[in-house]
């Protein structure tokens, strides 16, 4: 995306532990996209986690993902608390729920997509049950890619897959950060013009797992629903990285206020002595 269709759609970013998240709410995410999409301004959506936060601060090669996309979403309540604390006004926009904001929305009605994620018959079933529930939906193709690095021939499939497709919007489900990794070797390749790494989109709009409640949301513990779900798979991840994350940023805001008491009593001591 250049870089004054950015600055004029989503100028504000905050930062978490060096992820720099667009300060937006629904609505603003959805005005980016939608402009993006008529304008053919190609770039992928991140939404960030604290799991892609953390996972960033060991892979530098994460961190210039998050930074060279089009939009970087905060996907979990910790990353608005810290985006509000920064004096943002901002809400959680997560990858699941923008799924559908924007297959279900009337300005997206023309737009085509594609599904590219999931176990094998995946992405069948969740076409399948998309389109159920919003009769007008144009998905154009699917693709399951390997869990494993893909060979030459598996690139070229999806590859002419896509461009046979010819989708505006591909949606990625690999979970974080296999498909922030995904969308920024592929994007140049693929004949689209946005795609949205939705992590767990898959699982939850074919019923695999099931969505938090809203309050759960709200009060920033849908980790402690899904660890519940897959404990086996997401202990690690939740409780090991949460209160590292928790201690991080506090240390990060502890370092900009001796920055801020500095920085002022750098501009005061002149003027005291005249």
């Given at each position: 995306?250049?870089?004054?269709?950015?600055?004029?759609?989503?100028?504000?970013?905050?930062?978490?532990?060096?992820?720099?998240?667009?300060?937006?709410?629904?609505?603003?995410?959805?005005?980016?996209?939608?402009?993006?999409?008529?304008?053919?301004?190609?770039?992928?959506?991140?939404?960030?986690?604290?799991?892609?936060?953390?996972?960033?601060q060991s892979d530098?090669?994460?961190?210039?993902?998050?930074?060279?996309?089009?939009?970087?979403?905060?996907?979990?309540?910790?990353?608005?608390?810290?985006?509000?604390?920064?004096?943002?006004?901002?809400?959680?926009?997560?990858?699941?729920?923008?799924?559908?904001?924007?297959?279900?929305?009337?300005?997206?009605?023309?737009?085509?997509?594609?599904?590219?994620?999931?176990?094998?018959?995946?992405?069948?079933?969740?076409?399948?049950?998309?389109?159920?529930?919003?009769?007008?939906?144009?998905?154009?193709?699917?693709?399951?890619p390997p869990f494993?690095?893909?060979?030459?021939?598996?690139?070229?499939?999806?590859?002419?897959?896509?461009?046979?497709?010819?989708?505006?919007?591909?949606?990625?489900?690999?979970?974080?950060?296999?498909?922030?990794?995904?969308?920024?070797?592929?994007?140049?390749?693929?004949?689209?013009?946005?795609?949205?790494?939705?992590?767990?989109?898959?699982?939850?709009?074919?019923?695999?797992?099931?969505?938090?409640?809203?309050?759960?949301?709200?009060?920033?513990?849908?980790?402690?629903?899904?660890?519940?779900?897959?404990?086996?798979?997401?202990?690690r991840r939740y409780?090991?990285?949460?209160?590292?994350?928790?201690?991080?940023?506090?240390?990060?805001?502890?370092?900009?206020?001796?920055?801020?008491?500095?920085?002022?009593?750098?501009?005061?001591?002149?003027?005291?002595?005249?």
């Amino acid at each position: 995306m250049k870089e004054s269709l950015r600055n004029t759609l989503s100028p504000q970013r905050i930062d978490v532990l060096g992820v720099h998240a667009h300060a937006l709410d629904i609505a603003s995410a959805k005005s980016v996209f939608h402009t993006a999409i008529k304008r053919h301004n190609k770039g992928y959506v991140c939404f960030a986690s604290v799991h892609g936060v953390m996972e960033a601060q060991s892979d530098p090669g994460l961190m210039k993902i998050y930074d060279e996309a089009m939009v970087v979403a905060p996907d979990g309540m910790p990353l608005v608390w810290v985006g509000r604390m920064q004096g943002h006004a901002m809400e959680r926009v997560a990858g699941p729920e923008m799924m559908l904001e924007v297959m279900g929305g009337a300005e997206f009605r023309d737009c085509t997509h594609f599904l590219c994620g999931g176990e094998p018959g995946m992405a069948e079933e969740l076409r399948d049950k998309l389109v159920a529930r919003f009769p007008h939906l144009k998905i154009t193709g699917i693709f399951t890619p390997p869990f494993r690095p893909m060979k030459f021939d598996e690139e070229r499939a999806l590859i002419e897959s896509v461009h046979r497709a010819q989708p505006d919007i591909i949606w990625v489900g690999l979970g974080a950060p296999k498909q922030e990794h995904f969308m920024a070797r592929y994007l140049p390749l693929l004949d689209t013009t946005l795609m949205m790494g939705v992590g767990a989109a898959f699982l939850l709009h074919t019923g695999r797992i099931s969505d938090s409640p809203r309050w759960v949301k709200r009060a920033g513990l849908q980790w402690a629903h899904r660890l519940m779900q897959e404990p086996t798979r997401l202990w690690r991840r939740y409780l090991l990285r949460n209160p590292s994350f928790i201690i991080r940023v506090a240390l990060q805001f502890l370092r900009s206020g001796r920055r801020a008491s500095l920085q002022t009593s750098e501009i005061k001591t002149p003027q005291g002595a005249l």
